[in-house]
């Protein structure tokens, strides 16, 4: 039987509320079995780039990510948040390790085809090098991941957090037991957008399509769940979503999903 | 026998210009031996500060790490320097890793004391987590740091990066034969601060006091040095100082120091 391994990501949301993010990394802290966390970015990077006077470009609405604006997600994501994450788990007794894709070649990725849109410095997933995620697991290290990868020819490059997980869960199933858990800012897939109580406690493939062509479920939770279904149908043995709160040992609403 | 390390200091100058950076990362690259590289800040710091309209702040004509500078140099060090250099190592086909202190707790350090002076958020290293580096370094991966710490209990902190590299110099002695390489903008301690030729090939103590005596060592040099006979009296059995071609194996002009 495989070891049980949790895989945690936490959305930008979540770390912009200094209070939210200090309850969460001590519930995530708690967890005894091997654990990873990946967070997403927040205001913070849109704060400094305006700071910097950088101007955000959108092409068809979709932001595109220039250099400049690699160079502040960059400083944001894989500095600012990533070890201040990491000093805040380290006060919390785990022993976190903060990583890019590019540190120890962990996320590689390929720079998204320029047409028909070009999106700038952004990356699609092309190989986790989970042998190494592994090993680090082994070494009583807690991975922390922000949402950057590289092209391994020395090119950084911005990519989706929620993918990333995904990949990483799917490539880690190799070794473990992986139970996926994405936090983020409702208490689960909600029947009713308006109402934080409609959460949908159980989704299976059956009634993810008809939530789809009955329009159900809100814009922004389709990728997500995309990415959740994905991840079961290659390995990995549980996905949930809830808020924060997922991560408190008894812990009851949030949404399970299954094929 | 142990092992021999090769642990690298890239001073702020170097990191400065892109083309000398590439050259040296390429050099550093093809060290057969387990390395581990620690790089200083540069400008990008001081110029990201005064985009964002941060001023810095002299007491005495020391520099102090206010809450805003510590924000700024966790962006620009940990995060954009440190990523892209771990994305070119990565190119070079360096398994790098990048690190902070705080990264697996690998430096932690204490608040500076706020008397006479108050340095604001600077550390002043009290351990080094050897076996965690040597974990890593037998995993084949190089890591490269940046010169930030933490105090364990969630704060990250500024550290001079000549004074990291000197205890992680000592404390890796316990498991390898260390040489510890400061490359810097200069050739090595000059005779004469204005001629680039001038390089005193090997100084011992005796000789390190006879300089200081005849005020013959430039005042930025100092620390430098004294860290370097530190190391030496530490258990280091190597160091050197140099440029940027001190990593070039046919490199002969440089600086050694011994006791």
Redesign the interface.
Known sequence: MKTKLKIVKIGGNLIDDAEVLATLLKDFSAIKEPKILIHGGGKIATA?SK???IESKLVEGRRITSAEDL?VI???????L???I???L??NNC??????G????CVQANLRHKEPVDYGFVGDVNHINSA?IQ?LLT?Q?TPVFCA?S?D?????LNTNADTVTAEIAIAMSKYYEVELMYCFEKNGVLENVEDENSVIPKINTAKYEALKANQQIHQGMLPKMQNCFYALKNGVANVVIGSSKLLQSNSTLFTQLSL
């Open positions: 400094t700071k910097l006077g160079e960059t400083m944001v994501y894989a500095g600012l990533n070890k201040n990491v000093a805040q380290q006060a022993n976190a390790l903060g990583l890019s590019a540190d120890a070649n190494i090993q070494a290290l950057i590289h391994g020819k020395g090119q950084l």
